[in-house]
């Protein structure tokens, strides 16, 4: 079946992080961790090193922090869907960030709406209304917009569970070329007895 997302599930954007941020001489500053852009691979992987912290003026309400189950978009292209299934809960989502919650699971699962939105024919619907620049800024509303095919529940978890396990193999990948790079660079300085050069 079709549906509008937005009959599917919530979606908002995050907090504007000035409006709640503790000046550095604030007594009673309560710490918390925030998504940045950085926070999203092409892939759809989050890097938690990326992370960074945030110490606001008051408590933020719970629907501007991440919790299990929520999808993350970025609000520019590319969008990047990411899809918190443990951790990290209780992150603070910066308002450059949509965070989409499902209504109902047994229509539609979080896993596949994840999938779903990274599909290419998304990232050109949502170009295509905003004008089809790629760095222009996609509104919430471009989002809530948009077509969802819907599948039964069964097909949803099989889609849902093999790009789970792609995205890891993939994951898992882009951390070995890393580890080869660091691997390759120490035995390079090695050679070089130590030293330094431009």
């Not at 604030?26 to 992987?45: I, Q, W």
């Not at 443990?86 to 949509?98: D, Y």
């Not at 471009?142 to 849902?160: W, Y």
Request: hydrophobic letters at 40%; a neutral charge.
């Amino acid at each position: 079946m079709n549906y509008k997302l937005s009959s599917l599930a919530d979606i908002h954007s995050g907090v504007v992080l000035s409006r709640k941020e503790a000046p550095p001489s604030f007594p009673s500053a309560l710490f918390y961790k925030r998504f940045t852009l950085r926070s999203f691979t092409e892939s759809g992987n989050l890097i938690e090193q990326e992370l960074e912290p945030f110490w606001a003026r008051e408590q933020i309400e719970p629907t501007l922090l991440s919790h299990r189950n929520d999808i993350l978009v970025r609000l520019c292209m590319p969008i990047n869907p990411i899809f918190i299934q443990n951790e990290p809960e209780g992150v603070v989502i910066p308002s450059q960030i949509a965070v989409i919650r499902v209504f109902d699971k047994s229509i539609v699962l979080p896993a596949y709406l994840r999938w779903y939105l990274s599909q290419k024919s998304i990232s050109d619907t949502l170009q295509a209304a905003e004008h089809g620049t790629a760095q222009r800024t996609i509104k919430v509303k471009s989002i809530m917009d948009l077509g969802i095919i819907v599948p039964s529940l069964n097909l949803q978890k099989q889609i849902a569970q093999i790009d789970t396990v792609g995205r890891q193999r993939e994951q898992l990948y882009q951390d070995l070329i890393i580890q080869e790079r660091i691997q390759t660079e120490q035995v390079l300085a090695t050679l070089m007895g130590g030293k330094e050069y431009d």
